[in-house]
């Protein structure tokens, strides 16, 4: 049974020099856009209880609260659901969050991305640091207890001490959740074509992830997934649905969806899917391999690793006869460990995870 829905706002009033993601700075379409994610969901949705909701983009602040209500009542919720949404820093006042919050947000997460307002301003970000720092104070005091800041690291003149001062002021905020993302140039951003100068390098990209998960785990966040850190019991609910391998709807431009074996995606044209929402692009009917692989490939990307035992049941093999070669190797390298429940990659091994996790892709 489906637990989990994204809906994807592809709205944006500027890109940032990082961004491939699709959105688009077309608000004349939102309407027409929000009458489509509604045929969209009315279609698919199946009326199970969610445990978790998430909008992302795209910048989903730029919707009005009724919008979000809107959206949020097609849906039946479990009783303790969350509800997400990503919000960009410099518009979100004490009426907007209080009004988010009234109507069943109870989690949002921030981009920061950094505290310098020098950084900021190359990455074309539209905020500032005070703008964090009062959004955060801001949404506390309209009761949110569950805020996640977003930084990337490896940022054009970053070093690892001015990354980890940007750490230290959000963990000072007192957030409860910490996401870190590598600066990735893939085709299509604005710094693919014209390329920022002072890159840290892959090693000081390195340090500076390392040098995180330190100071991080020293404040009591828990390391749970590659890039994410929690406060206790703070661990994002509708991520780990993802991490488990677990099926959800995605609904909207661009989005993909997993359910009834099959991985789905979404036009990346916003006036095609205007037209017709309800099509949408089959990319793979998952056979059992698919979903081994999956299972693996998802499950080493959290820090507690793999469940041999869960595996070896639900797919019917002995993963440590399987993959012995695999295993052997990165065992031996000290990037793969042995665990209580079966395998998680080392500290160095995460580092050079993209290469591991291929190796169990046949």
């Given at each position: ?36 994610l509604e045929k969209e969901i009315k279609t698919y949705y199946r009326g199970e209880d969610l445990d978790t909701l998430y909008f992302g983009g795209g910048t989903p602040s730029i919707l009005q609260v009724k919008d979000f209500d809107r959206l949020i009542k097609l849906f039946v919720f479990s009783n303790d659901a969350e509800i997400t949404t990503e919000l960009n ?274």
């Open positions: 049974m489906v637990k989990s829905a994204y809906i994807h706002i592809p709205f944006c009033k500027s890109k940032c020099h990082y961004c491939s993601f699709v959105s688009f700075n077309k608000l004349n379409l939102l309407e027409d856009y929000l009458s489509a820093p410099e518009t979100l006042n004490y009426d907007y969050l209080k009004s988010l919050y009234d109507i069943g947000i109870n989690r949002i997460s921030i981009g920061c991305q950094s505290f310098d307002d020098n950084i900021l301003k190359i990455i074309n970000r539209r905020h500032d640091a005070s703008q964090v720092i009062n959004a955060v104070m801001n949404a506390q005091k309209a009761g949110f207890k569950n805020i996640s800041l977003d930084f990337i690291y490896g940022l054009p003149n970053q070093t690892n001490q001015m990354f980890i001062e940007d750490l230290k002021k959000g963990v000072n905020l007192g957030v409860e959740h910490i996401s870190l993302y590598g600066l990735s140039i893939e085709e299509g951003c604005y710094f693919s074509k014209f390329p920022p100068q002072n890159l840290p390098n892959e090693d000081m990209q390195a340090q500076m992830y390392l040098s995180a998960v330190k100071y991080l785990t020293s404040c009591g966040f828990e390391h749970y997934e590659i890039s994410n850190f929690s406060k206790p019991d703070y661990n994002s609910k509708h991520n780990m649905n993802y991490w488990n391998n677990e099926e959800y709807y995605g609904f909207g431009v661009a989005a993909h969806g997993y359910i009834d074996n099959v991985r789905y995606g979404n036009s990346e044209s916003i006036e095609d899917y205007i037209v017709n929402p309800n099509k949408y692009n089959i990319e793979r009917v998952e056979t059992q391999k698919d979903k081994l692989e999956e299972e693996i490939f998802l499950g080493l990307r959290r820090i507690k690793g793999i469940d041999v035992n869960f595996i070896n049941s639900k797919y019917n093999i002995n993963f440590e006869d399987k993959y012995s070669r695999i295993i052997k190797k990165y065992t031996n390298l000290n990037l793969l460990q042995k665990t209580p429940q079966g395998y998680a990659l080392t500290l160095e091994g995460i580092l050079v995870s993209n290469t591991i996790l291929a190796e169990f892709i046949e």
